[in-house]
T-cell receptor, first 117, second 113 residues
């Protein structure tokens, strides 16, 4: 158990809909990252938050947004869903900013599997 | 930004043989190189990492080597076992004010009996 909690584990919805994925980081971790993993694909970085503020942005679509709340949990909002958004969405957390000068280890949650029909 | 290339995409070895997975990176300022293992249907987990002040690091049957001049690093697994079957990802951080790990595309390792 990594200590990172993601809900829901599975989600099936229709095109055009909106969903929210939730992540609770490990106790004490200030950074939260979101990654997208499509079938047989690698881990695509979406966005990072550190202590409530956005710190890095990857290939995140405009239809997607995220935020980190004062209690450090994070939510990833996916709207106007398309078939291609079907994927496993991972949240990860780390103690610091995760840069080269830090320990760097990311602790991943079990993921939220989104299926868009 | 950082660009990480990983080879091969798939690797099949017999139990007991060695497996080697290679990655190259583009940002010469990168100084931290982790390897993550993702078993089928599971989350990625860190198995070993190396910093640029060392050339090699070992942990039992796994080792990572780093060549900063050539900007590549490799994962070596010796005496492979069926439980080593998984997808392995290398990663390197993007330097600058925005820090994030860029992952390679992954290597699916299959250890056959």
């Amino acid at each position: 158990d990594s200590g990172v909690t993601q809900t829901p584990k599975h989600l099936i919805t229709a095109t055009g809909q909106r969903v929210t994925l939730r992540c609770s980081p490990r106790s004490g971790d200030l950074s939260v990252y979101w990654y997208q993993q499509s079938l047989d694909q690698g881990l695509q970085f979406l966005i990072q938050y550190y202590n409530g503020e956005e710190r890095a942005k990857g290939n995140i679509l405009e239809r997607f947004s995220a935020q980190q709340f004062p209690d450090l949990h994070s939510e990833l909002n996916l709207s106007s869903l398309e078939l291609g958004d079907s994927a496993l969405y991972f949240c990860a957390s780390s103690v610091g900013l995760g840069g080269p000068s830090s320990t760097g280890e990311l602790f991943f949650g079990e993921g939220s599997r989104l299926t868009v029909l | 930004g950082e660009n990480v290339e990983q080879h091969p995409s798939t690797l099949s070895v017999q139990e007991g043989d060695s497996a080697v997975i290679k990655c190259t990176y583009s940002d010469s300022a990168s100084n931290y190189f982790p390897w993550y293992k993702q078993e089928l249907g599971k989350r990625p987990q860190l198995i070993i990492d190396i910093r640029s002040n060392v050339g090699e690091k070992k942990d039992q049957r796994i080792a990572v080597t780093l060549n900063k001049t050539a900007k590549h690093f490799s994962l070596h697994i010796t005496e492979t076992q069926p439980e080593d079957s998984a997808v392995y990802f290398c990663a390197a951080p993007r330097t600058g004010t925005a820090s994030k790990l860029t992952f390679g595309t992954g290597t699916r390792l299959q250890v056959t009996l």
